[in-house]
């Protein structure tokens, strides 16, 4: 099995070292955060729900992906996960903030972008090792 935990975040920081797994966590933790500052509205309400839910979802996969055996279920889950973080960006861009906000919702979407870049580059090294 491929050791996700030491994937770089992007490109320019190929030296430093990190847990993908909790960063998947952490950004679930501020999506939540975030939807729970949301003002108020039917659209939010809705918007928010999804967003939790398709957030959560990524840490899930990607936890569950870490602790399965199969090369085919962890490569399904990290396929998931990469979903999953794409979707979340669908929510967050969906989603009405306040103006104290907007920084945080900038910060989210860029993160969903760049779990989804990482998620797919392991989906791709699993496609050529299996």
């Known amino acids: 099995m491929i050791n996700t935990k030491q994937i770089p975040i992007s490109n320019s ?12 966590l952490k950004f679930a933790e501020r999506v939540a955060g975030y939807v729970e500052r949301l003002p108020r509205t039917i659209s939010n309400g809705e918007f928010g729900k999804q967003l939790v839910r398709s957030a959560g979802s990524v840490g899930a996969n990607y936890i569950e992906a870490n602790e399965s055996l199969g090369k085919r279920d962890f490569a399904m889950r990290i396929k998931i996960a990469k979903k999953e973080s794409k ?3 669908y929510w967050i861009r969906l989603s009405k903030p ?3 906000q907007q ?10 972008s760049e ?16």
Not at 103 to 112: A, V
């Open 87 to 89: 979707e979340s960006q």
């Open 103 to 112: 920084g945080e919702k900038e910060y989210l979407d860029r993160e969903s």
């Open 13 to 24: 920081q190929t030296s430093k070292k990190y847990d993908l797994e909790e960063r998947t």
């Open 115 to 130: 779990l989804m870049k990482i998620f797919g580059s392991i989906a791709e090294k699993c496609r050529y090792r299996n």
């Open 98 to 100: 306040d103006s104290s």
